[in-house]
């Protein structure tokens, strides 16, 4: 595995690739890192979250894989990558759509646990209300995506 880091809106941002896809994404620096990506996947997934910090990309196109978790929140996951770009969607809700109503705690956990926080974008998940609560990255990072996602879907709904 090989780890990237750059610099971003949301702080330092590392990236971790294993050859074939993405395969963990951190807030921070982690130690391993390096400044220069590492091959054509490690260079894609940089520039693809540089284009993304920079309000120039709404869509990721890097393979990504999550070989860990349980069923449940492998199916929070993928739901997570079907949340448009500039909305969101509550924790209940989600609940919902992995057919298990109840579990709306679970769904926050399962966010908690995310590998491939941004690129699986596990911050477009709030509270009842739109409340902001719980997010790996810490409130004044999801704030940030949310700001930044919200802002561009607007420039792309009035152009």
Not at 107 to 120: L, S
């Amino acid at each position: 595995m090989h780890w990237s880091v750059l610099d971003s809106p949301i702080g330092e941002f590392s990236v971790a690739t294993d050859g074939a896809s993405v395969c963990g994404t951190h807030f921070g620096r982690v130690d391993t890192a390096t400044d220069e990506p590492n091959g054509v996947l490690s260079r894609q997934a940089v520039a693809e979250l540089r284009a993304y910090f920079a309000g120039e990309l709404t869509a990721f196109t890097v393979p990504v894989s999550m070989p860990r978790g349980s069923d449940f929140e492998r199916a929070v996951w993928r739901e997570m990558t079907l949340i448009p770009y500039g909305e969101t969607l509550t924790y209940g809700e989600v609940a919902r759509l992995v057919g298990d109503p109840g579990a709306a705690r679970a769904v926050g956990v399962a966010c908690n646990r995310n590998p491939v926080p941004v690129i699986v974008p596990c911050h477009r998940i709030v509270g009842v209300g739109g409340k902001l609560v719980g997010f790996g990255g810490g409130l004044p990072r999801k704030v940030k995506l949310l700001e930044l996602e919200a802002g561009v879907a607007l420039r792309h709904a009035w152009s």
